[in-house]
Every structure is written in structure tokens, then in C-alpha cells.
């Protein structure tokens, strides 16, 4: 990597090829021309690579990886990226979303201008027009019982941060498929990272579910229980001991576990709830 890069903006990838040249141009364009970009293929099939080589031999800031290690999935080519970014700084940026061209540099000043870890953009939600996008919701206060509580919440590619940071919290867990953003948020929260917002800088995060988003063969329509369990129960982990863990307990419908494909992890959701909320009263509302 050249040394004049400050941010290093890490992308993983699998069969993009509809939208992965809109990213990629949107990086381009930064206002900031002291980036580097990883891209961490995650075993594309369609012709996503050769557009993508096709790219970056125009530009040398653009280098392409493959995942050369299990597990598959998007949080693996993260952490890959992760391992390989050199810069102060890192954005993990999805394959379909787009920045504003002044993102990297707003989120810089932004960032060096404050006590925070990270720093999070606006969020411009679109499904095929950006110009029609919509702004999501960035009223609200950023803390650990706020965001178990559902009060707060934001999107892996709206965030700035400093790598010391997200190497701190160990990164993003590989054994998961689904809400991995979320759980790295609690990590990272519980660890006491401070995240504050930037309004001067847009992601557009494009809404329209595609069927080759990274790794992931899931019918968007159909909840999956087990993984959203999976998530819960790792999270408790990161908060054994502290006042915020009751606002985790919430997440445990117990009606919906009854959802749960395994009947030994539904017998394992059910002890591990006990436990933690020092009751039996679970096990009878999960039977009554």
C-alpha cells in the first residue's frame, strides 16, 4: 500500500455485477484522495470480477483479494480487509451502497475534531434513484441502553472508523449470518467506543433486496429465528455484569422462540434466559 493513504475502505464481494461499478465509482470520486480500497472477494460467479478487475487497473488505489480461508461470508472478507488495511482509518463499505463524494473527508474532519472512536454519516435510503432517496432517522442520543432498547440504530457502511478502535473490539464475528452490524455495535458499545453523528456527509444504502447479497440465500421474507437467537445470546456475553443486560432480555420473546427450528436450541434459549434473568418464570410462559 502506498503510504499517502489515510483511509482504507474495505468492500467485500459476491456476484455484484449490477451494481458493484456505482460503488466503486462513488469511491473514486472522494473529495479525499488519500484512500486506498480493498476489495475481499467472497468466491463470486458471475461477472462481477472482471468488472471489477477491469476497474482498478485504472486506478492503483483499487486492489482486489480473494477470501482464502473458512468461514465464508462477508464478516470474514472484513476482517481479511481489516488485516491488510495499513491506514489510521477504516469504512466498511457494502458492495450496492454509495457515498457522497465528500464523505471520506467530512468523516475525517469530523472524526479529528472529536473524542469519538467512530463516526456516523447520514443515511439516504434508495432503492434505484438516489435522487429519490429518504433520509433515515438521526434524532437520537448514542448508548449502550439506547440501541438494546432499539432507540438508536445505524448501518455498517455509514461508519468512520479509527482502526485502533474496531480491532479493539476483535472485529466482526465470522460464525454469524445475520445482524452481524448489530452485534458488533454492542461489542463496541459495551466496550465503551464512542460513536457520535456527522450531518455534513450522506451513505446511501440501497433498500432493494437482492438475491446475491453476500453469502446469504435467505428468503428476506421469511424471519429466521435461530440466527436472531444466535445474535442474542453471543451479545450476552459482551454484557455479563452490567446494568444494560436487562434491555438485552427484552429482545427474548418468549413466544417466538417456540419459532426456533432446534428443540435443543430451544431448550438451550430458554436455560440460558433463566439464568440471566435469575427466574424461572420463562419456562412457564414458554408452556402455559
Same mark, same amino acid.
Given at each position: 500500500m =502506498? %503510504?499517502?493513504?489515510l483511509v /482504507?475502505v474495505?468492500? *467485500?464481494?459476491?456476484?455484484?455485477e =449490477?451494481?458493484i ?5 462513488s469511491?473514486?470520486r472522494q473529495?479525499?484522495? #488519500?484512500?486506498?480500497?480493498? @476489495?475481499?472477494?467472497?468466491?463470486s ?6 468488472i471489477?478487475k477491469?476497474?482498478? /487497473? ?6 482486489? @483479494?480473494?477470501?482464502?480461508?473458512? *468461514?465464508?461470508?462477508? %464478516?470474514?472478507c472484513?476482517n ?7 491506514? #489510521?482509518?477504516?469504512?466498511?463499505l457494502?458492495s450496492?451502497d ?9 468523516q475525517?474532519?469530523?472524526?479529528n475534531?472529536?473524542e469519538?472512536?467512530?463516526?456516523? &454519516?447520514?443515511?439516504? #435510503?434508495?432503492?434505484h434513484d438516489? &435522487?429519490?432517496?429518504k ?12 440501541y ?8 455498517t457502511s ?5 482502526k485502533e ?5 476483535g472485529g ?5 449470518m445475520?445482524?452481524? !452490524?448489530?452485534?458488533l455495535n454492542v461489542k ?5 467506543i ?5 450531518? #455534513? ?13 453476500? &453469502?446469504n =440465500? ?5 424471519f %429466521?429465528? !435461530? ?12 454484557? &455479563?455484569g452490567?446494568e444494560?443486560?436487562k434491555?438485552?432480555?427484552n ?5 417466538? @422462540?417456540?419459532?426456533?427450528?432446534s ?11 433463566c439464568?440471566? =434473568?435469575h427466574?424461572i418464570k *420463562?419456562l ?5
Amino acid at each position: 500500500m =502506498s %503510504n499517502f493513504s489515510l483511509v /482504507s475502505v474495505i468492500i *467485500p464481494l459476491y456476484n455484484r455485477e =449490477s451494481v458493484i461499478l456505482e460503488t466503486l465509482q462513488s469511491v473514486s470520486r472522494q473529495s479525499l484522495p #488519500e484512500f486506498d480500497c480493498i @476489495i475481499v472477494d467472497d468466491g463470486s460467479t458471475d461477472n462481477t470480477i472482471t468488472i471489477v478487475k477491469q476497474y482498478i /487497473s485504472q486506478d492503483s488505489r483499487f486492489r482486489l @483479494i480473494h477470501r482464502n480461508r473458512l *468461514p465464508k461470508g462477508a %464478516n470474514t472478507c472484513r476482517n481479511m480487509g481489516l488485516k491488510e488495511a495499513e491506514a #489510521e482509518y477504516v469504512v466498511f463499505l457494502d458492495s450496492d451502497d454509495i457515498l457522497s463524494d465528500n464523505f471520506l473527508e467530512s468523516q475525517l474532519n469530523a472524526l479529528n475534531s472529536s473524542e469519538a472512536d467512530a463516526m456516523i &454519516s447520514r443515511i439516504i #435510503e434508495f432503492k434505484h434513484d438516489i &435522487s429519490l432517496g429518504k433520509e433515515r432517522n438521526h434524532d437520537f442520543e448514542i448508548n449502550l441502553a439506547g440501541y438494546l432498547e432499539r432507540k438508536c440504530s445505524w448501518l455498517t457502511s455509514a461508519v468512520f472508523w479509527k482502526k485502533e478502535a474496531i480491532v479493539g473490539v476483535g472485529g466482526f464475528d465470522e460464525g454469524i449470518m445475520k445482524w452481524q !452490524d448489530w452485534l458488533l455495535n454492542v461489542k463496541a458499545l459495551a466496550k465503551g467506543i464512542i460513536f457520535l453523528q456527522n450531518k #455534513e456527509c450522506n451513505m446511501y444504502y440501497r433498500s432493494s433486496w437482492d438475491e446475491h447479497q453476500v &453469502s446469504n =440465500s435467505l428468503n428476506r421474507d421469511e424471519f %429466521n429465528y !435461530d440466527k436472531y437467537y444466535q445474535t442474542r445470546i453471543l451479545a450476552l456475553r459482551y454484557l &455479563s455484569g452490567l446494568e444494560e443486560k436487562k434491555y438485552l432480555l427484552n429482545h427474548f420473546n418468549v413466544s417466538l @422462540i417456540k419459532n426456533v427450528s432446534s428443540t435443543r436450541f430451544r431448550a438451550n434459549i430458554l436455560v440460558i434466559l433463566c439464568l440471566h =434473568s435469575h427466574s424461572i418464570k *420463562p419456562l412457564f410462559e414458554y408452556f402455559r
